[in-house]
Structure formats: C-alpha cells, structure tokens
C-alpha cells in the first residue's frame, strides 16, 4: 500500500497538533517509549520528531511532510514547499514572536546598542541574519536552554520565541524589536508534490486541518422561526455567510441554521428568543470547510 510519511512536531506542539489532528478526523496515540504513533489511517505513517529537525528531514525526503514553525524553516534554510499555514501554538490560536529581550534594567533600549554585545538563543541564524540586516555585528552563541535566566550574568541579551510575553516579564525582560513573527507551517518535499497520489492524500489532510481550525471558536445554531418574524431574526445574525432557511411542514414557519462565534451566543440566543425563534439549539464543531 502506497503511504505518506508524516513528521508530527514533538515536544511543545505536540499536544496541540495531535487535538487539531484529532478535530479533522485523524485520531492519534502516542506511546511514550515509542517514536512512531499510530494513526487510524492506513495510508499515512506517523513520525515523532523535534520541530527544529522537520524541515530538514522534509527537504531530504526522509519524511513526505510535516510541521514545524517559520522560525525553524528559515533557520535550517531547508528547501521545502510550503502547503499551508496553520495558524496554532502550545497555548493558543496566534503566532509567536522571535523577539531580541534585555534585562529591564539594561542601558540597551534600541537594535543598534546591541553592536559588540554578546546575544544568547536557539536560532543563531536567523537572528545574526537580522542584525546583518541592520548593520549591527554581535555575538551571537548557541543557547542550550533556560535562555532567559541567562542575562545579564552570562550575556547582554537574548533572541527567543514568545507567546504572551509572560515568561520574559518574570524573569525581569523588555523586548528591545521583535524579529520575526512565526505560525505553523504544513510542509512537504518537492519530490513528494510531484507524485499525483502523494499530493492529492497531502492536499486533502491540509484540507481538514484547516477546516478543524477554522471552527475553533465557532458553533452552529439552528432554530425554528415563525416567517413573520424572519426577518428579525436574519438581522440578528452576524453569520459566517448568509443563514440557510428551509420550509417547515405547517407552511407557517422556517428552519434556520448558521454559524458563529461562540462568544457571542450568550449574549445572542435571549434576542433571538425575543426577536420570535423557536427550538433554538446550539452544537459544537470540528470542522467548518469555507
């Protein structure tokens, strides 16, 4: 049987790729001693790898796809192509931040104070690349953890990946620039996308990964609405697109369905009531297919 090899990211993305994975249809189990999940996809093979080695094994053809971050891409300067963006992290639904942080009581407060400084984090490449941009020549080292707690004892600053800004703050940071701005990447081999029945099975998981996150944070609401009362109902809805209306048997009422955010249905459902809907009922989704 023909199969895709797929790298899924392990450690901080792992979790999150796996309950995405999960949404689209894909059900997942990991051993913990094992490097191989099991996928309930006959067709795919699963592979648990560091995000910062995808790229690399992606290019080399070792893996068909995977997923690793812009940061880590553009770090290994592999040459893959990119199928989407999947806009996810460990903790949320936004992009991370490469950003250059200082010890809050740093004389340090723009990029070109940074000249003849000492610059600790993973992404030596990526950041020397940077400075190289701005005309500024530091020295930057490989960090091989807790970044953080090393200035301003070991260095002056660092370059390092953040979410919510939270650990920098404890540990007494400010962000100085941010240098790139990184989301989730669904990449494969160029060899890979040349073979028709490779691209189509790569095309249709990117296809339902991106319809699980697009629901994320939506739900659908149906509900029975007398037609007299119809219109005022429609106005309520601020829907992904128009609602869909369908005849009921009595001939006196409509069936109407749409989608929206969940965070506005608490304060939606008591107008809809008041506005004439019926039988309102909410559910949960896992994939929505624009």
Same mark, same amino acid.
């Given at each position: 049987?023909?199969?895709?090899?797929?790298?899924?990211?392990?450690?901080?993305?792992?979790?999150?790729?796996?309950?995405?994975?999960?949404?689209?249809?894909?059900?997942?189990?990991?051993?913990?001693?094992?490097?191989?999940?099991?996928?309930?996809?006959?067709?795919?093979?699963?592979?648990?790898?560091?995000?910062?080695?995808?790229?690399?094994?992606?290019?080399?053809?070792?893996?068909?796809?995977?997923?690793?971050?812009?940061?880590?891409?553009?770090?290994?300067?592999?040459?893959?192509?990119?199928?989407?963006?999947?806009?996810?992290?460990?903790?949320?639904? /936004? *992009? #991370?931040? @490469?950003?250059?942080? &200082?010890?809050?009581?740093?004389?340090?407060?723009? $990029? %070109?104070? +940074?000249?003849?400084?000492?610059?600790?984090?993973?992404?030596?490449?990526?950041?020397?690349?940077?400075?190289?941009?701005?005309?500024?020549?530091?020295?930057?080292?490989?960090?091989?953890?807790?970044?953080?707690?090393?200035?301003?004892?070991?260095?002056?600053?660092?370059?390092?990946?953040?979410?919510?800004?939270?650990?920098?703050?404890?540990?007494?940071?400010?962000?100085?620039?941010?240098?790139?701005?990184?989301?989730?990447?669904?990449?494969?081999?160029?060899?890979?996308?040349?073979?028709?029945?490779?691209?189509?099975?790569?095309?249709?998981?990117?296809?339902?990964?991106?319809?699980?996150?697009?629901?994320? /944070? *939506? #739900?659908? @609401?149906?509900?029975? &609405?007398?037609?007299?009362?119809?219109?005022?109902? $429609? %106005?309520? +809805?601020?829907?992904?697109?128009?609602?869909?209306?369908?005849?009921?048997?009595?001939?006196?009422?409509?069936?109407?369905?749409?989608?929206?955010?969940?965070?506005?249905?608490?304060?939606?459902?008591?107008?809809?009531?008041?506005?004439?809907?019926?039988?309102?009922?909410?559910?949960?989704?896992?994939?929505?297919?624009?």
């Amino acid at each position: 049987m023909t199969k895709i090899r797929l790298g899924l990211p392990k450690g901080s993305l792992q979790a999150s790729t796996i309950e995405l994975f999960r949404k689209a249809g894909f059900a997942i189990r990991v051993d913990e001693r094992s490097y191989k999940p099991i996928i309930d996809d006959a067709e795919i093979e699963c592979l648990l790898i560091r995000t910062q080695e995808i790229p690399r094994y992606v290019e080399q053809g070792v893996l068909d796809a995977g997923f690793s971050g812009e940061d880590w891409i553009q770090e290994t300067e592999a040459k893959v192509e990119e199928v989407c963006e999947l806009i996810y992290s460990k903790t949320g639904f /936004g *992009k #991370v931040r @490469l950003v250059i942080a &200082v010890h809050e009581q740093s004389a340090i407060t723009a $990029v %070109a104070d +940074l000249d003849g400084k000492r610059i600790a984090t993973e992404l030596v490449n990526v950041t020397r690349k940077y400075l190289k941009r701005r005309g500024v020549e530091a020295d930057v080292e490989y960090s091989w953890g807790a970044t953080e707690v090393k200035v301003p004892e070991l260095v002056d600053a660092i370059s390092e990946l953040t979410e919510t800004g939270s650990s920098l703050r404890a540990n007494n940071l400010r962000v100085v620039d941010v240098v790139l701005e990184s989301s989730t990447k669904f990449i494969a081999n160029k060899a890979a996308l040349a073979d028709g029945w490779k691209r189509q099975k790569i095309d249709t998981i990117a296809l339902l990964l991106k319809g699980a996150l697009f629901a994320e /944070g *939506k #739900v659908g @609401l149906k509900m029975n &609405v007398p037609k007299a009362d119809l219109a005022a109902v $429609v %106005a309520l +809805l601020p829907a992904l697109k128009k609602p869909t209306v369908s005849q009921l048997y009595d001939g006196e009422s409509v069936a109407l369905e749409t989608i929206l955010d969940e965070a506005i249905v608490r304060t939606i459902i008591p107008k809809l009531k008041d506005a004439g809907a019926e039988g309102i009922v909410e559910y949960p989704l896992n994939k929505v297919i624009p």
